[in-house]
């Protein structure tokens, strides 16, 4: 397992779903939590991925294809905390936090265990701080589910993603080659 390190300070609190807000392009935003992603939110959170520009994807997620895709939810869905975001009927938007840990029993003490978080945006709605959102809501649930250690990694020239990151309360934690890592303490 790697050590990381995550800033002294707890950051929060944040918004908890389900809620309503309007993006910065007025259109009516619904945030709902997803656990087990199962049944129509699956459903409706492939069809947004397979609409997803692909040049758009990071470390190799998403996968492309229908069936590649429902595969990597369904993996990831039975441990992660999950929030999609609706516009309508379609989800447009997806963040989700994966358990980084081998020990399933762990998951049981969600405090113990380090969270890696990733976010998916569709490129129609970037911009409009449906991201902004989609996040504050993630870490709100996550922190009312007792999860406190949140770690992410984004490419280094993804400014406006790192500006997100940092606005919310993550802090640097390290460095790779093309990638910046990134923690939280939740309250």
Known sequence: ??????PDDRSGPFPCPPTTAEDQSGRQIEIRPADGIEGNILDDTVEMYTEFDPTDRAQGIP????????NWLETIAE????????????????????????????????????????IFVLQDYQRAGIGTMLLNHLLGYASD??????????ERWNTPAIALYERVGFEPTG????????GIRLE
Do not use: C, K
């Open 1 to 6: 397992m790697v050590e990381r390190v995550y």
């Open 63 to 70: 996968p492309t294809g229908e069936e590649r895709i429902r």
């Open 145 to 154: 589910r007792g999860i406190e250690h949140v770690w992410l990694t984004v």
């Open 79 to 118: 441990n992660s905390v999950n929030v999609v975001t609706y516009h309508g009927e379609n989800v447009v938007g997806h963040a989700v936090l994966v358990p980084d840990t081998d020990d399933p029993s762990a998951i049981d003490e969600p405090g113990d265990v380090e969270w890696e978080l990733a």
């Open 175 to 182: 460095t790779e080659n093309f990638e910046q890592e990134m």
